[in-house]
């Protein structure tokens, strides 16, 4: 299975967890906000930034009958989806002030398209990858167009059967695009920990061949720091400035330095994964020295016997292993030994 390449850099592969920092609409309507939050995850130690591209009008339809109507319980309700993609949406023009700035401060910076004329927009600003979201997994129609640029696509499975999956992978290798991704999702904002089933990411790997990774909405760092246990490879996150500052996804994004300890802890899990293998370490094999041998219990005169008594398996590790303990016994000492020696070949007739 081949890795991913946004740029330059290589996901999957036993690379590091490749981690986005999703801006949403976190900027507030506020391009200098935005701009900081592209600052903020670089120096958090993120890989990219993510926004999103679509106006109201491109997402939805500007209508405010039932079907219209932000879900009843979500952090949104009571509002129309018109009027809350109209607050969310990052403003088509500063798309290119916060891909430069990114690029200043070595981070990748890509986008979510949401209809055609904005991946056409993408496209001319060269972004690197395209991430398709959750609610857009049908649409098959806009993942072929993507998947026609030849760049990365990572697909958000939120609300996603297996059915969709294989469809919307299908789609993209159709299209000759063999560079796709898939990130595990609950579309819950929150989402509750019950309702993450993380061991999908190993499945969908074996099932699909891909990439995979997280887009995370839940809260704290536990979930993000468990899928890359899993072999996550790919982790996507929330972030904002300030929750305190408000904003339409700031109850479920994290802050600057909740987002740089994440990824401290992602990094440290890494370390621990290693690989497999049964070769000690420099430490384990000096370690061996304090396992248990056979020593001399009692003071025993040359030609007794070896019996329970006065040979015993104890720590540490300096005579003949515990192992050949009932081969000696019954055997006679070959010389005179005394207690607290460790038995050797030699001290056996």
């Not at 339809?61 to 979500?74: E, I, K």
């Not at 004329?117 to 496209?123: H, I, K, N, P, S």
């Not at 008594?309 to 005179?336: H, M, Q, T, W």
Request: net charge negative; aromatic share 8%; with cysteine.
């Amino acid at each position: 299975m081949e890795g991913l390449k946004v740029n330059e850099r290589i996901i999957g592969q036993g690379a590091p967890a490749y981690i986005i920092a999703e801006m949403s609409g976190n900027h507030n309507g506020d391009l200098h906000r935005a701009l900081e939050i592209v600052d903020a995850a670089a120096e958090a130690g993120a890989d990219a930034v993510k926004i999103q591209t679509y106006t109201a009008d491109t997402i939805t339809l500007n209508c405010d009958n039932t079907y219209f109507q932000t879900p009843r319980g979500s952090l949104w309700e009571g509002r129309t989806l018109y009027d809350l993609y109209k607050e969310a949406y990052t403003p088509w023009e500063w798309h290119g002030p916060i891909m430069e700035k990114a690029e200043k401060v070595g981070l990748a910076c890509f986008s979510t398209p949401f209809d055609f004329t904005a991946v056409d927009f993408l496209e001319k600003l060269e972004v690197p990858a395209y991430k398709i979201a959750s609610y857009e997994i049908q649409d098959i129609p806009l993942i072929r167009k993507a998947a026609r640029t030849g760049k990365a696509i990572l697909l958000s499975t939120g609300i996603a059967t297996l059915a969709d999956i294989y469809a919307a992978v299908e789609a993209c290798r159709e299209e000759g695009n063999e560079q796709v991704a898939l990130l595990k999702c609950t579309s819950a904002y929150p989402s509750p920990y019950e309702d993450m089933n993380l061991s999908v990411i190993p499945h969908m790997r074996e099932t699909f061949g891909c990439t995979c990774g997280l887009s995370d909405h839940t809260l704290g760092t536990e979930v993000a720091v468990a899928s890359v246990a899993l072999g996550a490879e790919i982790i996507e996150k929330h972030m904002t400035l300030c929750r305190a500052d408000g904003g339409v996804d700031a109850a479920f994004s994290m802050e600057p330095e909740e987002f740089a300890n994440m990824i401290r802890q992602i990094r440290n899990v890494e370390k621990a994964k290693g690989c497999v293998t049964y070769e000690l370490t420099d430490k384990q094999r000096e370690g061996r020295q304090f396992g248990r041998s056979l020593f001399v219990a009692e003071d025993i005169c040359e030609g007794s016997e070896f019996t329970n008594n006065n040979i015993r398996s104890v720590r540490p590790a300096f005579g003949i292993a515990p192992k050949y303990c009932e081969s000696i016994l019954g055997k006679k000492a070959a010389r005179d030994l005394k207690k607290g020696t460790p038995l050797s070949w030699g001290m056996i007739k």
